[in-house]
Nanobody, 116 residues
C-alpha cells in the first residue's frame, strides 16, 4: 500500500508564493517520475510539472519561469515552489508518482486559492 500526503496549500494574494510538499510512504522500491497536476474549478485536470529520477524537469507553459519542481529521493518527497501566483493558478493540486513495483499513485489533493 502506497500513500501520498500533500501539504502546503492555502490562500494567497496574487503575486504571492506557496510551497507544496508531497511525501510518499509504503512499499516502494524506486520512484521514477514525480509530478504535480492541478484541476481548476470547472476544468479538466492538467499537468503542472514533472521531475524524473535523473532530475529532468518538464513544465506546463503557463507556469514556466514561475514554478520550480524538486525532489528529495532519500525522503521520497517532491516539492513545488510556486512564485508570482495568479488567480488562474487556483485549483486543487495533486501529487503523482510512478515507480517500482508497479507504482502509480495519486495524493488526495491540496487546495490552492489565489485571490485578493
Amino acid at each position: 500500500q502506497v500513500r501520498l500526503v500533500e501539504s502546503g496549500g492555502g490562500l494567497v494574494q496574487p503575486g504571492g508564493s506557496l510551497r507544496l510538499s508531497c511525501a510518499a510512504s509504503g512499499s516502494i522500491l524506486s520512484i521514477n517520475v514525480m509530478g504535480w497536476y492541478r484541476q481548476a474549478p470547472g476544468k479538466q485536470p492538467e499537468l503542472v510539472a514533472t521531475i524524473t529520477s535523473s532530475n529532468s524537469t518538464n513544465y506546463a507553459d503557463s507556469v514556466k519561469g514561475r514554478f520550480t519542481i524538486s525532489r528529495d529521493n532519500a525522503k521520497k518527497m517532491v516539492f513545488l515552489q510556486m512564485n508570482s501566483l495568479k488567480p488562474e493558478d487556483t485549483g486543487v493540486y495533486y501529487c503523482h508518482v510512478e515507480g517500482e513495483p508497479e507504482l502509480d499513485a495519486w495524493g488526495q489533493g491540496t487546495l490552492v486559492t489565489v485571490s485578493s
